[in-house]
C-alpha cells in the first residue's frame, strides 16, 4: 500500500439555510469552540466553521436539512463535570451514558438536532 490515513481533519454537520447565529452561540459560546474564516469562494454556501486542537467542525447549510440522529461526533472533553454543570446552567439538555467502560460521556443534540457524544475517558 502506498498510501496512509493520517488523520481527521474535520467533521461537517448539517444544518438548516440561516443557522449561523444559532451555531455561534451553541458551538462558540457553549461549547467554547474557536470559530475560524471560512475561504471565500465558500462563504457564499453560508455555514460556519469551528476548530479545537488540530480539528475542526464544519456546520454546513444542507437543504432540505434532515438531522443526523444517530451518526455523531464524539468530542473528548476534559473535566465534563464542569461541562455538565455548565449545560444543566444553560439549560441544555443532555443524557449520561454508562454503557462505555472506561468513559464517562454524555450525549446531546446540537440547535439543529444533530446527534453530539462529549466523553472523558477515566
Not at 6 to 29: N, S, T, W, Y
Not at 59 to 66: A, K, R, Y
Not at 89 to 102: E, M, Q, S, V
Amino acid at each position: 500500500m502506498t498510501f496512509v490515513v493520517k488523520k481527521i481533519d474535520h467533521v461537517q454537520l448539517a444544518a438548516p439555510k440561516g443557522c449561523e447565529d444559532e451555531a455561534r452561540k451553541f458551538f462558540g459560546d457553549v461549547l467554547g469552540l474557536v470559530e475560524v474564516e471560512k475561504p471565500e469562494e465558500l462563504k457564499k454556501r453560508g455555514g460556519v466553521w469551528f476548530e479545537f486542537g488540530t480539528f475542526q467542525i464544519h456546520i454546513g447549510v444542507e437543504e432540505p436539512f434532515t438531522p443526523a440522529k444517530k451518526a455523531h461526533p464524539a468530542l473528548v472533553v476534559e473535566n465534563i463535570d464542569s461541562l455538565k454543570e455548565h449545560l444543566s446552567k444553560n439549560n441544555i439538555p443532555y443524557t449520561a451514558d454508562d454503557n462505555l467502560p472506561g468513559a464517562n460521556r454524555i450525549h446531546l443534540h446540537d440547535p439543529f438536532g444533530n446527534r453530539l457524544e462529549l466523553l472523558e475517558w477515566i
